[in-house]
């Protein structure tokens, strides 16, 4: 992607045809699985091994449960603002039973409906504001919630996940494929 000293760098989403062969699997199978390639991952195929590393680091075992995960993922989603991941973990929070309030309530960090999720979304809104640097405060509620040492380690690790996937967006500002969710 060569460009002209004050042009505008321009991302769009890379067709099957056009990444190479082992994503082109990829492709199949997540066609196959969910009757599409959203484009985020579709766009981490401009690499040769980008998009499966992703997705391996994405299906990794966790401690953490599929909620525990979602609510991880809203919450780094809207501290950096990704108005791609936003309303892709809504949709996928919806298939994992929550409501559009409690959502809501995860993407404030601020969830009335259960005290260990709570301290939980309030750990990780710190963790992403401040840079891996939480109070004590929030660390000890968050132990004191039943989380520990294992959960703590997968927390940072879905954490970094979504860093990860929220940057790649914020900066390739590639289509949005998910329902619209209210902004907050």
């Known amino acids: 992607m060569n460009t002209q000293e004050n042009e505008v760098v321009h991302f769009t989403v890379p067709t099957r045809d056009e990444v190479s062969e082992n994503n082109q699997g990829i492709f199949y199978m997540m066609t196959k699985n969910f009757g599409k390639v959203p484009n985020l991952y579709a766009t981490f195929a401009y690499n040769e091994t980008a998009l499966g590393d ?91 919630a039943g989380y520990n040492k294992a959960n703590l380690v997968d927390i940072i690790m879905v954490v970094g996940d979504k860093i990860i996937s929220n940057y790649f967006h914020n900066i390739t500002q590639i289509p949005v494929d998910w329902p619209e969710v209210p902004s907050l």
């Open 54 to 144: 992703y997705l391996t680091l994405q299906n990794r075992k966790s401690t953490l449960t599929a909620k525990e995960r979602e609510i991880i993922n809203l919450v780094v989603s809207q501290v950096n603002d990704c108005k791609y991941c936003v309303p892709a973990h809504t949709f996928i929070s919806k298939m994992h039973g929550f409501s559009d309030e409690q959502i809501i309530e995860i993407r404030r960090a601020q969830i009335s409906f259960d005290t260990k999720y709570d301290a939980l979304s309030k750990f990780v809104k710190e963790v992403a504001i401040n840079r891996g640097r939480p109070s004590e405060k929030v660390l000890t509620t968050l132990f004191n």
